[in-house]
């Protein structure tokens, strides 16, 4: 009687849960923990305990009937967050690989106009590539002369000098910039040794290793623009070009790495003397600018990261010496920027020779003229294993010779004179940029930047009105010709709206040149930048300034493959450290 009764009781809940009822409710999990005891029941007649079914039932009706808790706003938050985060980073490979793409693709160009003017540009550096980069080459028959078949990043040059970046990751190729405009422009790797300007022609000579049966040809033009920068200025101190090493060019960058290690190698030679030791291991920088700055805080960088470690013999006796001729470093950096620069330097164990200016230079040593706090002067000698010399430019020979065909150059003695306009003095179709141009403006990459790009507005602002004022010519031809004064009327309407349009064209001002800033590494991770903000300047120097030093630098390389280069550069080098290899 106790089995059957204990036997019905689960077909009683069974049949009250499985009902219709609306009080109740069971999941198919609960439904088999009621059937299967049933079952194990009928089989062995044995006692089955029941597990309460009230428990069950009431757990249930209260998941089924409670409302679903609300999102928080927090969590939203995230979630769009995330949402946008991951919609950006689509984004921002899709247009990394469309400019690869484009990159690598390039489309097809115009053929010259025989026509056209022959605009001839001298030179691949800071002005003639922002020129070039900027300028509608359809309306001219451009042709590029130069030397060096590539645009340098000269900012990033000193971090060559030690190995955190890769010179190639600096360079981009004339050809990469060239290939991508619209019309045809030739190229000639060649040095312009002479310009003709009365019969208006350019001598070019081929000074690579391998030479054709043509070296030495000429170039005419109707436009040209005088590009070719600057040389080192030695200010005629005996031996400066025979034991120095200059910081303008990728060869430079190059040699003064294999300097550095040779004399590393050379001072742990075997039996080397203590006072020869210490006369390799120093290394001597003279000039006090943004390049001579950077570089001593990159060499000492190099130093503490890397070659202590890997030679630790040394470590005692490396030591880095800034000489400057001026009474402080960075000159066209504020008061405060200086004070840091200076204290930054002392932290590092780099010292600075101010008032010290260098009057002949050894293969061993420099004798240098120091002025002392009292006024007094004094001649010493400081040996040196390595000499990087960066101060000051000097004018090319080509230009020079340039110079003494125009009369009204024969005052200048720095560089092309040029008017508001960038044309130089006593010419009429000639042009300078850069650092061969005199202005009145500091030689720095970002005047002859902003140069280049005021040229190419003005070329292409001339050939727009050319188009125009041979367009106004026809149509008054025109008009002369028309037989009704409907047709009379109609072209008289075009000739003014091409009059006003002429005169809008025509509404392009001298060149200005707007300061964006200074900025400089100092080493130990930090940078100095002297920032122009709305009607001042800002003023900062440290960590985020550095950060803010490398974004800028990024940004301002020329093409999205050198962004990507120096990237992985600097980001190799922060996991692997430099590479402290001869080469």
Request: glycine share 6%; charged share 25%; hydrophobic share 40%.
């Amino acid at each position: 009687m106790a089995t059957s009764t204990l036997l019905a009781r689960p077909a009683l809940h069974l049949a009250a849960l499985t009902s219709r009822r609306p009080l109740l409710a069971i999941s198919q999990r609960q439904l088999t923990q009621f059937i299967y005891p049933v079952k194990r029941a009928t089989a062995s007649r044995a006692v089955v305990r029941l597990i309460p079914q009230r428990t069950y039932a009431a757990t249930t009706t209260t998941s089924t009937t409670a409302p679903a808790p609300k999102p928080k706003k927090r969590f939203r938050f995230f979630r769009w967050f995330y949402r946008l985060v991951l919609l950006s980073l689509f984004g921002g490979v899709g247009a990394l690989g469309y400019s690869i793409y484009s990159l690598r693709h390039p489309a097809e160009q115009f053929v010259p106009d025989p026509d056209k003017k022959t605009l001839v540009i001298l030179g691949t550096g800071w002005g003639s590539v922002s020129l070039l980069k900027k300028l509608d080459t359809e309306n001219y028959n451009v042709v590029v002369i130069s030397p060096r078949n590539f645009f340098l990043f000269t900012p990033l040059l000193p971090s060559c000098t030690t190995g955190l970046i890769e010179h190639r990751s600096i360079m981009e190729p004339i050809r990469n910039i060239l290939r991508h405009k619209v019309a045809t422009v030739k190229y000639y790797e060649a040095k312009a040794t002479k310009i003709d300007y009365e019969r208006k022609v350019v001598k070019i000579s081929d000074e690579s290793e391998i030479q054709g049966d043509t070296s030495q040809t000429e170039v005419p033009f109707d436009m040209l623009v005088v590009g070719v920068g600057a040389e080192n200025a030695t200010f005629g101190i005996p031996g400066v070009k025979e034991h120095s090493c200059f910081l303008k060019e990728v060869g430079d960058a190059q040699k003064i790495r294999k300097r550095i290690m040779d004399c590393v190698e050379t001072a742990i030679f075997k039996d080397q003397t203590p006072e020869e030791v210490k006369r390799l291991l120093h290394m001597v920088v003279v000039g006090g600018g943004p390049t001579g700055v950077e570089f001593a805080g990159e060499l000492q960088d190099f130093f503490n990261e890397d070659l202590k470690k890997w030679v630790p013999d040394i470590k005692d006796n490396f030591h880095v010496t800034l000489v400057e001729a001026l009474p402080n470093v960075l000159p066209m950096f504020s008061k405060q920027l200086i004070d840091y620069t200076e204290s930054t330097f002392k932290e590092e164990a780099i010292t600075i020779r101010t008032k010290t200016m260098v009057k002949k230079v050894t293969d061993k040593y420099i004798e240098a003229e120091s002025t002392k706090p009292d006024g007094s002067k004094e001649i010493e000698k400081i040996p040196y294993g390595l000499l990087v010399w960066a101060t000051g430019n000097a004018v090319r020979d080509v230009v020079k010779d340039l110079m003494a065909q125009i009369p009204a150059q024969k005052n200048s003695r720095r560089g092309l004179a040029v008017n508001e306009y960038l044309v130089v003095n006593g010419t009429e179709n000639v042009w300078a940029v850069g650092d061969c141009a005199i202005t009145n403006y500091a030689p720095t990459a970002q005047v002859a930047s902003q140069e280049g790009a005021f040229l190419a507005r003005l070329f292409n602002t001339t050939a727009k009105s050319e188009a125009i004022e041979k367009e106004l010519k026809k149509l008054s031809v025109a008009q002369s010709e028309a037989k009704d004064d409907e047709r009379r009327n109609q072209i008289l309407d075009e000739i003014r709206a091409l009059q006003k349009q002429l005169r809008r064209v025509k509404q392009i001002g001298p060149f200005q040149y707007s300061h964006q800033g200074s900025l400089a590494y100092i080493g130990k991770e930090r940078a100095v930048a002297d920032i122009s903000w709305l009607s001042g300047n800002f003023a900062s120097g440290g960590t985020m300034t550095y950060l803010f030093w490398r974004s800028a630098y990024l940004s301002m390389c020329f093409s999205t493959r050198n962004r990507v280069l120096v990237a992985f550069d600097w980001i190799k080098a922060k996991l692997f450290g430099r590479d402290v290899s001869r080469e």
